[in-house]
């Protein structure tokens, strides 16, 4: 086993991982959310964010990231506020509803795909455990 044949596997079960959960995702916050707006509100559950934070994360344009992020506004998910340090950045965040929604959406995501790993033993859960937190680690996925 070496990195380039890791590196091999991730590339290929990342994006199917991936798509199983959009596909749960969908599921469950569509109509009322798109995948895109709510990978905003898990973005911004981890902090505030600019607009041009947030379109160079999901690789849009300031402008298409406006058009998203007003949806959220006016649904009652986000609010912009002044940034401290320059109060002609706008920066955003979360509100209460917002958070409660991404946790209702996140929870039933969850449940959805629960029974997939139900099908794993506990030796194979404490395997995909640890992989993950060494994934986390790696590739910095708390930030």
């Not at 596997?9 to 995948?35: D, G, H, N, Q, Y």
């Not at 002044?82 to 039933?108: C, F, P, W």
């Not at 139900?118 to 680690?137: P, S």
């Amino acid at each position: 086993m070496n990195a380039k044949k890791v590196s091999s596997e991730i590339i290929e079960v990342i994006p199917t991982v991936m798509r199983t959960i959009r596909s749960e995702m969908r599921k469950v916050a569509l109509p009322e959310m798109t995948i895109a707006q709510f990978r905003i509100l898990m973005r911004l559950d981890h902090g505030c964010q600019s607009n041009k934070q947030l379109a160079e994360w999901v690789g849009i344009s300031t402008a298409a990231m406006s058009r998203t992020i007003e949806v959220l506004v006016v649904k009652g998910y986000v609010q912009r506020k002044s940034a401290e340090s320059d109060r002609r950045e706008v920066i955003l965040a979360l509100t209460a509803q917002g958070k409660k929604k991404y946790e209702a959406i996140k929870e039933m995501a969850k449940l959805t795909l629960t029974p997939r790993l139900d099908e794993l033993n506990g030796a194979e859960l404490k395997k995909v455990h640890e992989a993950l937190l060494i994934l986390m680690e790696v590739f910095g996925a708390k930030q």
